[in-house]
């Protein structure tokens, strides 16, 4: 059969069920193909759309979420989903085009070395040379996608090779179980955790790539253990529980880091050094034991005393059983923490200033979502307000990304929580800047038919840059812009546009745009000027309990 066609083969026998899109002429084939098959073709605006959109289903799904591009500009549009995916851990599977590698009909016109350029920031990156090779590149590719550290992988297709006859066939994909921990290490984390006099429990993003909430939550109702969590492993454990401390949302300074500086054994569940450090280590200090799928990457800054490897729920429940309940320790501290922590979160929460103080809108926005629904932020300063404030219930049901750390991806990524979760309250929070940086897929989401409301927060600036140009002390220059009328930038595309006039519009505007279905856009105007008086001013003077 024709190449493509063997191709898109072998991709309904991964189980995919789309393919997230810019073609180009070298795609064609693979277009045709994808036409004859079970596959959707999910026409993009952007290649990064396609590319978020993309790694967001294998966020969700723990099965390679699959993009496509054409050569050239194409491919290049490619590359920040795939350094997302790459420090994100999301599988994600890119498929770009290529001229003819057998003869040359337009000399060098777009060619560059798409697969070195891709090699640094994927799992695995290769050109197909000849179609029967097709079958174990494309099992290849998903395994390696989806294995423990999940990634990205490229895969060039040149419109030669996708034509050409072949003969190969397609190689069934298989389970991957992961090992059981090892018995020693179990009984060394055992006997540090016993020993201890303040432990706590800090839960990562990996705990959030595979459903292991009903071990984690096992183990913190059976330990008695404190937790928290990176902005990654947000939701991973019900965060209303009375042992949840906070969010590391700083690296340091913050008041959970009172807690944090007072352990003395921290069993670090799901975390890599990926992800913004939620603590420093030092010689000497706190001991750590690292719970993951793989072993640590050790820095200057991580470096564990002990090592549970192996699968994520089978080591926290296996460590469970060994500590055989209730692990001994005074709590008082914590206790006494954790209520200054919920203390810190409410104030503000009623504050009806206008334009609106970020406390307000994360308290609003948490009223108006429901136990299940999702958020999906981009990047920028109200991240971390999210973060701090925003308390999650479920696993998946607050997506941020805190390891590339990339604008622009709010929207696309939202619109395939919206894809995957029709039933579910989603909702895309977006800087004006990241916004602006992929707006025009908001054509794509009214053409999905998706359900979702987008929230844009209007500060007329690059604000996070702007604070932490202000916190260093430098002058406020350079990074305020102009913005179109959001409310008929919505409706041009055929969204419905609201724009927040008063605090107490926020919950009214929320329920009347998810009730009424469809695409809507809210624009909420803020007021950032509490970024210094809370995150900057507040915690340089405050004093860790005693």
């Known amino acids: 059969m024709k190449a493509s066609d063997l191709f898109v083969q072998a991709l309904e026998a991964e189980g995919v069920d789309h393919i997230f899109a810019v073609p180009g002429e070298e795609n064609l084939d693979m277009v045709e193909s994808l036409r004859k098959s079970s596959i959707k073709l999910v026409l993009t605006r952007h290649e990064q759309g396609a590319g978020f959109m993309a790694a967001t289903y294998g966020r969700l799904t723990g099965k390679a979420g699959v993009c496509m591009a054409t050569l050239g500009p194409g491919a290049t549009n490619l590359a920040t989903p795939a350094a997302y995916a790459h420090l994100g851990g999301m599988p994600l599977i890119m498929i770009t085009g290529q001229k003819p590698i057998k003869t040359s009909k337009q000399g060098q016109f777009q060619i560059i070395d798409v697969v070195g350029l891709f090699d640094p920031i994927c799992k695995m990156s290769k050109q197909i040379v000849h179609g029967n090779t097709i079958p174990s590149l494309v099992r290849e590719a998903f395994r390696l996608s989806e294995e423990e550290r999940p990634g990205a992988v490229l895969l060039e297709l040149p419109e030669d090779i996708a034509a050409e006859d072949c003969t190969a066939g397609i190689i069934t994909p298989h389970k991957r179980h992961y090992a059981s921990p090892n018995d020693v290490a179990l009984e060394e984390a055992v006997a540090l955790i016993k020993t201890a006099k303040m432990p706590l429990i800090l839960i990562g993003a990996g705990a959030n790539r595979k459903n292991v909430r009903s071990a984690l939550s096992d183990f913190v109702d059976s330990t008695r253990i404190p937790f928290f969590v990176t902005q990654m492993g947000k939701g991973a454990v019900d965060e209303r529980s009375s042992l949840f401390l906070g969010t590391a949302a700083l690296s340091s300074g913050d008041y959970l880091h009172c807690a944090i500086e007072r352990a003395d054994v921290i069993i670090n569940i799901g975390h890599d050094v990926i992800e913004k450090p939620p603590f420093f280590m030092e010689e000497g200090g706190k001991k750590v034991i690292h719970v993951n799928y793989k072993s640590a990457q050790v820095d200057q800054v991580y470096f564990p005393q002990s090592e549970i490897v192996g699968d994520l729920a089978t080591s926290v429940n296996a460590l469970k059983d060994k500590l055989a309940g209730e692990v001994k320790f005074d709590r008082s501290y914590f206790d006494k923490i954790k209520l200054a922590i919920d203390e810190h ?140 009328d959001f409310v008929k930038y919505a409706q041009s595309y055929g969204a419905t546009g609201h724009r927040i006039t008063s605090a107490e519009d926020i919950i009214a505007t929320y329920e009347k745009a998810f009730s009424a279905g469809g695409v809507h856009l809210v624009e909420l105007p803020v007021d950032y000027s509490e970024n210094q008086k809370v995150l900057i001013d507040e915690l340089a003077a405050k004093v860790c309990l005693i």
Not at 424 to 452: H, K, P
């Open 345 to 484: 979160i409410e104030e503000g929460a009623d504050d009806d200033r206008f334009p609106i103080i970020p406390q307000r809108f994360v308290a609003d926005i948490r009223k108006v979502m429901g136990e299940k629904d999702i958020i999906a932020l981009d990047n920028g300063m109200y991240k971390l307000w999210f973060a701090r404030n925003y308390k999650a219930y479920q696993p998946n049901t607050v997506l941020l990304d805190n390891a590339l750390a990339t604008m622009g991806a709010g929207l696309p990524s939202a619109m395939m929580v919206a894809m995957l979760n029709p039933e579910r309250r989603v909702m895309a929070i977006c800087g004006d800047g990241g916004f602006m940086m992929n707006s025009q897929e908001l054509e794509t989401a009214i053409r999905l038919g998706l359900n979702l409301v987008v929230t844009v927060l209007n500060d007329n600036s690059y604000g996070m840059i702007r604070w932490k140009q202000s916190s260093s002390g430098f002058a406020d220059w350079g990074l305020e812009f102009n913005n179109p």
